[in-house]
């Protein structure tokens, strides 16, 4: 298990490598980037914030719930925080399982969790403003369906 929250921009190509290259029973790996997106177009940075050490308990404690559910080899959790700019990077989540559909299952799972749960708050800064970047309904319908 690989947790990581870092101010760094990441190579999602070189980490994928990585962790792939270390798994030597797994028969799939599965990985999901999330990107800074600039939907109006005036987009000058997106800040994120978080608390040191109470993020990346929450980070493994989700890895951990999604190691409880599927049977999995191995689970990266890279988050950024501070100020990124439109198109970098802001988080990857890879699983490795042996076989696809857990892979595929738990990196949903984790992806779902990260957007509504996970301790970060975001603030898109614009030429004209800075806004808190609230919890979209969307998210939520997406984590229902992991309720027990």
């Known amino acids: 298990m690989d947790i990581r929250v870092q101010e760094a921009v990441f190579d999602p190509g070189a980490l994928l490598s990585e962790f792939a290259a270390r798994q030597q029973r797994a028969g799939a790996v599965v990985s999901f980037t999330g990107l800074t997106r600039d939907l109006g177009g005036t987009l000058e940075t997106m800040e994120i914030e978080h608390y040191?050490?109470?993020?990346?308990?929450?980070?493994?404690?989700?890895?951990?719930?999604?190691?409880?559910?599927?049977?999995?080899?191995?689970?990266?959790?890279?988050?950024?925080?501070?100020?990124?700019?439109?198109?970098?990077?802001?988080?990857?989540?890879?699983?490795?399982?042996?076989?696809?559909?857990?892979?595929?299952?738990?990196?949903?799972?984790?992806?779902?969790?990260?957007?509504?749960?996970?301790?970060?708050?975001k603030k898109e800064i614009t030429r004209d403003a800075a806004t808190w970047v609230d919890a979209k309904d969307t998210d939520e319908a997406a984590l229902s369906q992991w309720t027990r």
């Open 52 to 121: 040191p050490g109470m993020t990346e308990k929450a980070l493994a404690a989700l890895a951990d719930e999604a190691r409880s559910r599927w049977s999995l080899e191995d689970v990266l959790i890279l988050h950024r925080h501070g100020h990124l700019r439109a198109g970098e990077p802001i988080m990857m989540v890879a699983t490795a399982a042996l076989h696809r559909k857990p892979a595929f299952e738990a990196a949903d799972f984790l992806m779902d969790y990260l957007k509504s749960r996970a301790p970060f708050w």
